[in-house]
């Protein structure tokens, strides 16, 4: 696969919720754990596992976000 394919299917990760792209990197993991794979396809899976964890990462510190947002203003109607 080359560069820009690589590229490509990476930035189609943005697309994906939460759940898809926390059981892709499960089978990423799995994939890498298996230690069959060459080289090139190691590092291939290594950055669409990269690429999804980040994009968990933004689902979860938005998430975190929302709930912080709704316990300030929980908070503030208390008061």
Do not use: I
Request: hydrophobic fraction near 45%; aromatic fraction near 4%.
């Amino acid at each position: 696969m080359t560069e820009k394919a690589h590229e490509t299917k990476n930035a189609e990760v943005t697309q994906l919720s939460y759940e898809q792209a926390r059981d892709q990197l499960v089978q990423v993991v799995a994939s890498l754990e298996q230690g069959s794979a060459t080289l090139e396809e190691s590092m291939a899976l290594w950055e669409r596992g990269e690429a999804l964890a980040a994009q968990c990462e933004l689902w979860l510190s938005g998430a975190k976000a929302r709930l912080d947002a709704a316990l300030a203003a929980k908070q503030a109607d208390s008061e």
